[in-house]
């Protein structure tokens, strides 16, 4: 049985909007799972630690088999794959990539390590933009409709790039 999933995307060293093009590609060969949309890529400022260079985000919508805490896994890798070392992180800071299950189906999942509905999705316009571009009926289990999220939310900041959007 297959999970109708969405996974956030965020980079902001190196050449972030390149990490983020080839971490959508990364999704697409995990076992089990299609990339079914992805979203344009957004220049975004900062958020939480602001002193920093801009993020480039993005969401791809998925359909996979795999369970959550293996698709978190697999996630988990990719971000490895492109240098990210979660154990030196600073809370907010600066990373090569950030890769956040954002929803795996209608489900609420809190185990540790892994929450779905993310915890702060309903919050953070950097998602709620992109994921209401390619679903927008989308629903936030315990919150409501995603895209009533996003028009409370201050987007002004957001500028979707009109080059390199991904393809699925």
Do not use: K
């Not at 289990?141 to 699925?168: F, H, I, K």
Request: hydrophobic residues 45%; proline residues 8%.
């Amino acid at each position: 049985m297959s999970e109708r999933c969405f996974v956030g995307l965020g980079a902001n060293l190196g050449n972030a909007p390149e990490a983020v093009l080839a971490a959508i590609g990364a999704i697409g060969r995990l076992p089990a799972t299609a990339v079914l949309r992805a979203s344009s890529l957004y220049r975004t400022p900062a958020w939480g630690l602001t002193a920093q260079p801009d993020f480039i985000n993005a969401v791809v919508m998925l359909d996979t088999a795999r369970e959550p805490l293996a698709l978190l896994e697999d996630l988990l890798a990719i971000e490895r794959d492109a240098g990210r070392d979660r154990s030196s992180a600073t809370r907010w800071g600066p990373r090569a990539l950030d890769l956040d299950l954002l929803l795996y189906g209608d489900h609420t999942i809190d185990v540790p390590g892994l929450h779905v509905p993310h915890p702060h999705l309903h919050e953070r316009a950097f998602v709620l933009v992109p994921l209401v571009e390619i679903a927008p009926d989308a629903h936030i289990p315990g919150v409501g409709p995603a895209r009533d999220c996003a028009a409370a939310m201050e987007s002004a900041g957001m500028q979707a790039l009109t080059y390199g959007a991904p393809s699925a």
